[in-house]
Nanobody, 124 residues
Framework: QVQLVESGGGLVQGGGSLRLSCAAS????????MAWFRQAPGKERELVAA????????YYTESVKGRFTISRDTAKNTVTLQMNSLKPEDTAVYYC?????????????????WGQGTQVTVSS
């Protein structure tokens, strides 16, 4: 069983930065692929970034490439999403997700564990 708790959301002006953190419980954090999804009002939940169990492989959706960075600290059981050059279209609730696998996972249905979400609002 893994519990995920996100933090770091808030209101920021366009062009600004935010850093989201996800704290995971459990002693086997190192066996889990992790990801950040987001869901804007009236839209489907979409994958933003993913990282494999070791941190050696990452994935970013096209719209955030070059602006967002996902990383993990296995010793601290945390995964972080650094978001720079934020745009109003990045406004959404951001969710941390985990699944016990060696590689990456890309679909919402692939992730077994979810956090409660944190709101990110980017003003124009």
């Amino acid at each position: 069983q893994v519990q995920l708790v996100e933090s770091g959301g808030g209101l920021v002006q366009g062009g600004g930065s935010l850093r989201l953190s996800c704290a995971a419980s459990g002693r086997t954090f190192g066996r889990y692929a992790m990801a950040w999804f987001r869901q804007a009002p009236g839209k489907e939940r979409e994958l933003v970034a993913a990282i494999n169990f070791s941190g050696s492989t990452t994935y970013y959706t096209e719209s955030v490439k070059g602006r967002f960075t996902i990383s993990r600290d296995t010793a601290k059981n945390t995964v972080t999403l650094q978001m720079n050059s934020l745009k109003p279209e990045d406004t959404a609730v951001y969710y941390c997700a985990a699944d016990q696998r060696w590689g990456l996972a890309y679909a919402r249905r692939d992730y077994e564990y979810w956090g409660q979400g944190t709101q990110v609002t980017v003003s124009s």
